[in-house]
Nanobody
Framework: QVQLVESGGGLVQPGGSLRLSCAAKGSISDIAVMGWYRQAPGKQRESVAIITSGGTPNYVGSVKGRFTISTNNAMSTVYLQMNSLKPEDTAVYYC?????????WGQGTQVTVSS
């Protein structure tokens, strides 16, 4: 079992920055991918950024150049640095990982971009 604990959400003005963190606890060996998804009201959950144990990140087009995903060496913590935030980035952000074919999700953290 893997537990994912997120932190770092909040309210920020357009153009501002936030950094999300997610710590994986429990059976965390052999984790090969971690990432962030988000879900805005009335919309489907979408992948925002994914990073593999080899360090290759992938981003959804709408956040490229603004968001940066990173991990520690043990792949036990994943970060999402969000810059130049826009109102359309408002959503609940979920940490994600998969281990031996099982998906794990965090509880979600609210990010609100508003003036």
């Amino acid at each position: 079992q893997v537990q994912l604990v997120e932190s770092g959400g909040g309210l920020v003005q357009p153009g501002g920055s936030l950094r999300l963190s997610c710590a994986a606890k429990g059976s965390i060996s052999d984790i090969a991918v971690m990432g962030w998804y988000r879900q805005a009201p009335g919309k489907q959950r979408e992948s925002v950024a994914i990073i593999t144990s080899g360090g290759t990140p992938n981003y959804v087009g709408s956040v490229k150049g603004r968001f940066t995903i990173s991990t520690n060496n043990a792949m036990s913590t994943v970060y999402l640095q969000m810059n130049s935030l826009k109102p359309e980035d408002t959503a609940v952000y979920y940490c994600y990982t998969v281990r031996f074919g099982t998906n794990y999700w965090g509880q979600g953290t609210q990010v609100t971009v508003s003036s």
